[in-house]
């Protein structure tokens, strides 16, 4: 942009609220723009531009970055948050918020320039544009249809039009309010530039709008959350322009809500519309009084204070609403009560007819040759219709079924069933691919003119629950069958990705589910304590294969579970689940629903069942009824245990059904006790504490925070005091590590953490298939914590023990059950030797058995016929055989550390799979403070997509592991192939890197290990 001379004014100020030229055409801009013709500019109030006589005017003016909107003297409407053209023809005057308005019939010329991400435009003679991609408004009868317009002559075109109700996702504005305050601020005529009001995201976060204007800081640094507890105690009214063409008779406009939280009021320029509560349920507002005349209006949104709820200590019998209760403050996430409009808001004008909604379910028959593919449409029936289903194939998009049904007037719903020969089967990931069927519906009237349409893809697949071989009598049934095969849930727990929920983010999600896939994952619970997930969560399931068990949002509370039985609680929630439970139809990946986590009798341990809580009767009567396919658990846990716990196991091994915890390392020898020890059927909830990976500890512990690493430190207090295990690591490595050296205590956590969470699941797969899932606590974080139960960081960098969990879950695995990993006081080494393959070992196969010393000396070594499964029933996909057993001396060793090297080899020698242990012949792992310095030669391929490490000297390399070195706020993430690795002399290794949504420049990444200098790799 040139510089301004003396006969152009000078530029506006950044963030300038609009400007108006006196006769000629505008540019609105989001970026450094410029208004361009003549008149007469002055400055405006708040940054605003104006312009009024005859006088001459330069022909530019420059429209800053950050511009809400500009008006132009004699021309018409444009609201574009990117460049566009605007052309006058019309008296045009500023509108709240930074929208515009037009008045007057002058000539216009015929086009108009819409960009990309334009919400709206007007033209020449008022009508409203309002697209989300680019277009070209053509005046004079050229126009395109408007959503609900009457064209009479394009279905097609018009179909495209009513699937997707624009997106009222731009130019909304965020204030607090006390009291009754929003009912003053929410009417027209509000003076310009009014001071109070910031920018706001829709979708998004009250909390992340007022971050991002400088309101509060960053919540997630040390503990500055804290001094945000005071938001979710305003109303905060968001405020946006509503603009419209006349509606012609028998038109309506909707306004379409797809979720706020928590409870919000809807007016249209200061008229209370419509009030709703409830974050998880979509409502639409019919605002067709207010808009009947077309031109501009005030759309806001009161978002009250967030209704009292329980924390993670409380009492579940006080509950009243279903919302989020993590928010409140639990153990990975300190109090952050979420509020705001977070999800889209869509704007549609319909005639008399409107399919309102389409739900879809697929199902196959028993024998998979024939798909039923059920369509249930809600719909507004103000004269006759007919409603069309068309099922297009997966690649070819060849129709494969369609059928039509009629819709009378005055209709709510109606339903059609499809049938689909030879369907393609939808199978979990690691059994099979997920073929998925396109279902376009459209809603037609008597003429044969499109009313409204939907796209949905869905997928072909049974899913059941059946008993596991083994099991008590009375033992509900815990094996996931699907298409008639037993599936082992290798699982995972899924907590939301972020305590900013509305937030999207896309990215992170595609990389946290890609992390997951990545590991081998069969089934996500997604936890009681947080969301009923969104539509794109569940769209990446289906594509990836990931199979889940969604819970309501409802939890314990620490000092009383049981949830309350008040009678408008029930009704509440009922209402919840008929609204909520078929949106998910669909997805072939939701296989499970439960009502959520851990509600029990708290004084007896016992888990609730349906008989034992109303609220759980009703959500499994509303499941029934719509959802009759899928499965349904009581809870989690269930049965007659809620612990795992080895003196409960020890008096009841029966009783071990579908249990929880515990969630911390119990310590050298201990931790394999009880995991050894356990009889359980299905464990959904067992972890280990770790601390988190360095960029993330750095990032958000202050630098004088970061000692000592304890719960006697305030901030590491706050930032997951539960979980802080500084006094175990130190006890577990001997004192060889301590509270002051946060880089060894990293490492020290971080390695019990991958060793005790890969024993625990190993030790559940090795009881398959009477143990039918391992679903470890937890797979993510949604706050950055110091440390945490979390595999993923926040950041979405796994930790250590992701790989541990990672490897356990390969289709072909080898490992041993063992006593302790510090064999101290012991006179031998003793191990159970165990391996599977999901498709079969190969009859000859051999389990191989070394232990080496950490120079790479052999000391011992057997070979083991790998055997076959000895545990009676149809295996679930980890057909478990035991070796047998090995017993050695302990090799006496200078630096006292030894290696158990795993392989499960073919009858040709040929490798299936391998596993690695390190091992102490001392009373803890303090020998690994001390190992000496290794050798190891790095080479990384172009633009890092690989790196090569070779031990060339010195003993073995242990804990070797890599990470994304790039700023915490770089984009993107670096995934590597392996990880965690124990490099023995003269090894070497080859490790891919994937860069998800990362540029190539500026890539690096850090490798680290017990042994080794830390090196940055670029």
């Known amino acids: 942009m040139t510089a301004p001379t003396p006969s152009t004014p000078p530029p506006p100020p950044q963030g300038a609220a609009g400007a108006t030229e006196g006769r000629g055409e505008l540019r609105e801009q ?92 007007t033209e020449g003679r008022g009508e409203l544009r309002e697209q989300p991609s680019i277009g070209r408004v053509v005046r004079r009868g050229q126009e395109p249809p408007l959503p609900g317009a009457d064209t009479g002559d394009d279905p097609k075109g018009r179909a495209q039009q009513a699937s997707a109700a624009p997106p009222l996702d731009s130019a909304w504005q965020l204030r607090p309010c006390l009291g009754d305050t929003w009912r003053w601020m929410s009417g027209p005529g509000r003076p310009p530039g009014e001071p109070g009001w910031y920018p706001a995201r829709v979708p998004g976060t009250v909390l992340d709008d007022l971050h991002r204007a400088g309101q509060v800081p960053d919540p997630f640094t040390g503990t500055r959350s804290l001094e945000a507890e005071w938001v979710p105690q305003r109303t905060w009214l968001y405020r946006r322009p509503l603009t419209t063409r006349p509606l012609a ?33 979509p409502f639409d507002v019919d605002v067709t009084d207010a808009v009947a005349d077309g031109g501009s209006h005030l759309l806001a949104v009161a978002v009250h204070p967030a209704p009292p709820n329980e924390p993670q200590v409380g009492r579940t019998d006080r509950v009243r609403v279903h919302k989020s209760r993590m928010s409140y403050g639990w153990d990975f996430c300190p109090r952050m009560i979420h509020q705001g409009i977070w999800k889209p808001v869509t704007l549609e004008i319909t005639g008399p007819l409107r399919l309102v909604d389409a739900r879809i379910g697929a199902l196959p028959d028993e024998a998979g040759r024939t798909g039923h593919l059920r369509v249930d449409a809600a719909v507004a029936a103000g004269e006759p219709g007919q409603l069309h289903a068309c099922v297009r194939a997966p690649g070819d998009g060849a129709v494969v079924a369609e059928g039509t049904a009629d819709v009378p007037a005055g209709a709510t719903g109606a339903t059609l069933d499809l049938t689909v020969q030879r369907p393609r089967l939808w199978w979990p990931a690691g059994h099979g691919a997920q073929p998925l069927y396109t279902v376009d519906v459209t809603l037609r009237d008597r003429a044969g003119r499109t009313a409204g349409s939907r796209r949905t893809e869905t997928g072909f697949r049974r899913v059941a629950l059946v008993p596991n071989p083994g099991a008590p009598r009375h033992a509900l049934p815990y094996t996931l069958q699907v298409n008639g095969r037993r599936i082992y849930a290798k699982g995972w727990n899924w907590v939301p990705m972020d305590a900013r929920h509305g937030v999207p983010r896309p990215a992170k999600l595609a990389h946290l589910l890609g992390l997951a896939a990545d590991a081998h994952v069969t089934l996500l619970r997604v936890w009681g304590g947080g969301l009923i997930e969104t539509e794109d969560f569940y769209r990446t399931c289906d594509r990836l294969g990931l199979l889940v068990w969604q819970e309501f949002a409802l939890s314990s509370s620490g000092i009383d579970s049981v949830p309350s039985a008040d009678p408008d609680y029930l009704a509440l929630m009922e209402r919840e689940a008929r609204a909520l439970v078929p949106a998910l139809r669909h997805h072939p990946s939701l296989a499970v629903w439960g009502p959520g986590n851990e509600l029990h009798d708290t004084a007896a341990e016992r888990p609730l069942a349906e008989a034992d809580a109303p609220v759980i009767r009703t959500l499994a009567s509303v499941v029934a009824e719509l959802d009759p396919d899928r499965c349904w658990l009581p809870g989690s846990p269930s049965g007659p245990a809620f612990l795992n716990r080895a003196d409960l196991v020890a008096a009841a091994p029966d009783d071990q059904h579908d249990v929880h915890g515990p969630w911390e390392h119990q310590g050298l020898g201990a931790h394999q006790r009880l995991y050894d020890g356990a009889s359980c059927l299905l464990h959904t909830e067992f972890g280990v504490e770790g601390m988190a990976n360095r960029r993330t500890f750095e990032a958000v512990v202050p630098p004088a925070d970061r000692r000592p690493t304890g719960r006697a430190n305030p901030v590491m207090e706050h930032l997951g005091a539960w979980w802080n295990n500084t006094e175990l690591v130190c006890a577990a490595f001997g004192r060889r590590v301590g509270p002051d050296d946060p880089d060894a205590m990293r490492r020290a956590s971080q390695q019990l953490q991958y060793d005790g969470l890969r024993y625990a699941t190993e030790a559940h797969l090795r009881r398959a298939p009477r143990s039918s899932g391992a679903i470890p606590w937890q797979f993510n974080e949604p706050f950055p914590n110091a440390w945490c139960t979390s595999a993923v960081d926040h950041r979405g960098d796994p930790k250590p023990a992701y790989h541990g969990v990672r490897r356990a879950y390969r289709p072909a695995h080898v490992c041993a059950r063992f006593a302790t990993q510090a064999w101290g006081g012991h006179e031998a080494f003793t191990a159970d030797l165990w391996s599977w393959r999901q498709d079969g070992t190969p009859e000859g196969s051999t389990v191989t058995a070394r232990l080496l010393g950490a120079d790479g000396v052999l000391h011992a070594e057997v070979a083991l016929p790998a055997g076959r499964p000895n545990t009676p029933g149809p295996h679930n996909g980890v057909p478990a055989a035991r070796a047998g057993r090995w017993r050695t001396a302990l090799p006496r060793l200078a630096d006292h550390l030894f290696v158990l090297d795993l392989a499960l080899r073919a009858p040709d020698g040929a490798l299936l799979a391998d596993n690695r242990w390190v091992h102490s012949t001392t009373a803890d792992l303090a020998p690994l403070c001390d190992l000496a310095e290794a050798r190891v030669t790095v080479r990384t391929e172009p633009d890092l997509t690989a790196v090569h ?33 124990d490099l023995l002399p003269g090894e070497t290794v080859r490790i891919p890197v994937a860069w998800r949504d990362a540029p190539q420049a500026g890539r690096t990444v850090r490798l680290e290990g017990w042994n080794i200098r830390a090196t940055e790799l670029s």
């Open 249 to 281: 008779p028998g038109e309506r406009a909707i306004v379409r809500f797809e979720g706020v939280d928590h409870e919000a009021t809807v007016l249209v320029d200061g008229k209370e519309i419509a009030r709703h509560a409830g974050m998880f349920v």
């Open 949 to 981: 490490l070779a031990h060339t000297g010195g003993p073995a390399a242990l804990g070797l592991y890599l990470t994304d070195a790039r700023e915490y706020t770089a984009p993107g993430w670096a995934v590597f192939a392996d990880n965690m690795i």
């Open 30 to 121: 989001p970026s450094t723009g410029r208004v361009v013709r003549r008149g007469q500019v002055s400055p405006l109030p708040a940054g605003g531009w104006g312009g009024r006589g005859g006088a001459t005017a330069p022909d530019t003016l420059d429209v800053p970055e950050g511009a809400a909107g500009a008006t132009e003297g004699r021309g018409e409407l444009r609201e574009q948050p990117s460049i566009g053209r605007v052309v006058r023809g019309r008296q045009v005057s500023p509108l709240p918020a930074g929208g515009w308005g037009g008045r007057g019939d002058a000539t216009a010329p015929d086009t108009l320039d819409v960009p990309e991400g334009a919400a709206g435009a």
